[in-house]
């Protein structure tokens, strides 16, 4: 073999294999290899990675900024003194009339209530009371009964007294007392069911006037209290005396009268009749106009 000139040289390992090692020659350096080269510079985004970039960033500041939004809202919500998510106030859970709530429809027909039209009906002379919304009919009396142009509508049950006859008694420092014969539609039934607690609805209308058309405190005369027949329906008759006092006023006690009639409608018909105790002499008048009501 040949001595390379560069002052290294080859040897060979038994078998004919070639040695990857160097001896250097006495008084030449060895040589160093070369350093490694640098990577290559990862190339710049171009533009739409960059705005790609710039989409991601964007959106998550505009995320923690919802998120930061929506919590403060819901810590004012929930730190009010109102519940956000409360529901709508609930209606009445009974709209049912006062009457009809009072005294609910009976499971059959009261015992000791008619229900069948008498044979003959008593014929109807001379001038007649008509009241088309309460369903009835009843006789009208001359002078110094005159028809009623007014409504009246107090108490609880708001009775819409809006037909009739009247004539004014007296007038005293508290206004006009009357004589009335005074009829009103009543709901007083569900919806439309044709059965009536008549003696219920009654004594309801009945306590309603005396609490609202005469001096208060006062007391009571029963006279009539229960169920009946009035122009062959059945009906319910409540009369009585009321005693009373009121300054600057004459009469200290009056006649009184209600009656209910079940006219096949959820309305009841009501017929009120007072006569002052100044008036004795038509007192007769409850007990005739009663028997006079005729059903339309």
Not at 62 to 81: H, N, P
Not at 160 to 175: D, L, M, N, R
Not at 218 to 227: A, I, K, M, S, V
Not at 261 to 288: M, N, R
Request: aromatic fraction near 8%; hydrophobic fraction near 35%; include cysteine.
């Amino acid at each position: 073999m040949s001595e390379p000139t560069d002052g290294t040289f080859s040897w060979q390992r038994p078998g004919g294999s070639w040695g990857s090692g160097t001896v250097t020659a006495p008084g030449v350096p060895p040589l160093t290899p070369p350093p490694p080269a640098a990577p290559p510079e990862a190339p710049q985004p171009d533009g739409p990675q960059r705005r790609r970039r710039q989409l991601v960033i964007f959106g998550g500041v505009a995320g923690a900024i919802v998120a930061i939004g929506l919590t403060i809202i819901l810590i004012v919500l929930f730190s009010s003194d109102g519940n956000p998510f409360r529901s709508k106030a609930e209606g009445p859970t009974d709209v049912r009339p006062p009457l009809a709530q009072a005294c609910p429809a009976p499971t059959g027909s009261p015992s000791a209530a008619p229900t069948q039209a008498p044979s003959a009906l008593p014929p109807e002379t001379g001038s007649r009371t008509v009241d088309p919304d309460a369903g009835i009919s009843y006789k009208a009396y001359g002078a110094p009964w005159i028809p009623w142009d007014e409504v009246w509508r107090a108490g609880t049950l708001q009775v819409p007294y809006k037909v009739g006859q009247h004539f004014v008694t007296e007038i005293y420092s508290g206004g006009t007392y009357h004589a009335s014969i005074l009829s009103a539609a009543v709901p007083a039934a569900d919806n439309d069911a044709m059965t009536l607690d008549l003696a219920c609805v009654g004594r309801q209308v009945a306590a309603d006037v005396r609490a609202s058309y005469y001096p208060q405190p006062n007391t009571l005369d029963e006279l009539r209290d229960g169920l009946t027949t009035l122009g062959g329906r059945p009906a319910y008759v409540n009369e009585f005396r009321l005693h009373f006092h009121e300054a600057g006023l004459t009469a200290t006690e009056e006649l009184s009268a209600v009656a209910v009639i079940d006219v096949g409608k959820p309305t009841a018909a009501v017929l009120y009749v007072s006569i002052p105790g100044t008036h004795h002499q038509w007192d007769y008048v409850v007990e005739d106009v009663l028997q006079s009501i005729r059903v339309n």
